[in-house]
T-cell receptor, first 114, second 112 residues
Framework: DTGVSQDPRHKITKRGQNVTFRCDPISEHNRLYWYRQTLGQGPEFLTYFQNEAQLEKSRLLSDRFSAERPKGSFSTLEIQRTEQGDSAMYLC????????????FGSGTQLSVL | ELKVEQNPLFLSMQEGKNYTIYCNYSTTSDRLYWYRQDPGKSLESLFVLLSNGAVKQEGRLMASLDTKARLSTLHITAAVHDLSATYFCAVALEYNNNDMRFGAGTRLTVKP
């Protein structure tokens, strides 16, 4: 068990470009979450998958954001037409459905939009 | 809408001292979490509290939950430098356990 992996660790892009991040959850975990964290703040929920189904998406999430989990394993988060306000740490977490729902977080992808 | 408030946001302590971090939330919930985050690192789960009156302890940290008061506390006993980190509480919405709301975090610094 290598934990939750995220790639890349850092991404610098110019405003208007598209970016895609990848998350590999812990292998037996059926639930996968994406969060966004800005400096000095707690993580903000973006979206949630159970297996390959995207069951929840934050109402605050722009249409420029899309996430997939095609085979119920890894997930990708794409941001189209990036804006400077998208600069943040994007965290992926996974869990095994059950009573305690303990989330295991990856190290995150730090996005900087210039 | 669920709001989660932590206080204090910044805490500087001397080694050996005790202190408590508070987490208040605005609507009913049946799960509360405490996480630790070191600078530049991801979040590490510390405690999961599932019921009123739940108390969990790990080393110098003890967490408790009062669902009636919508309050959780994280108590630090005889602080050591290694406890320096940011501590977040997170509350799962009662009607949607998959949407977890985090507090802004308490940045703890333990000085020798």
């Amino acid at each position: 068990d290598t934990g939750v992996s995220q790639d890349p660790r850092h991404k610098i892009t110019k405003r208007g470009q598209n970016v895609t991040f990848r998350c590999d959850p812990i292998s037996e975990h059926n639930r996968l979450y994406w969060y966004r964290q800005t400096l000095g703040q707690g993580p903000e929920f973006l979206t949630y998958f159970q297996n390959e189904a995207q069951l929840e998406k934050s109402r605050l999430l722009s249409d420029r954001f899309s996430a997939e989990r095609p085979k119920g394993s890894f997930s990708t988060l794409e941001i189209q037409r990036t804006e400077q306000g998208d600069s943040a740490m994007y965290l992926c977490a996974s869990s095994l459905s059950g009573m305690s729902e303990k989330l295991f977080f990856g190290s995150g992808t730090q996005l900087s939009v210039l | 809408e669920l709001k989660v408030e932590q206080n204090p946001l910044f805490l500087s302590m001397q080694e050996g001292k005790n202190y408590t971090i508070y987490c208040n939330y605005s609507t009913t919930s049946d799960r509360l979490y405490w996480y630790r985050q070191d600078p530049g690192k991801s979040l590490e789960s510390l405690f999961v509290l599932l019921s009123n009156g739940a108390v969990k302890q790990e080393g110098r940290l003890m967490a408790s939950l009062d669902t009636k008061a919508r309050l959780s506390t994280l108590h630090i006993t005889a602080a050591v430098h290694d406890l320096s980190a940011t501590y977040f509480c997170a509350v799962a919405l009662e009607y949607n356990n998959n949407d977890m709301r985090f507090g802004a975090g308490t940045r703890l610094t333990v000085k020798p």
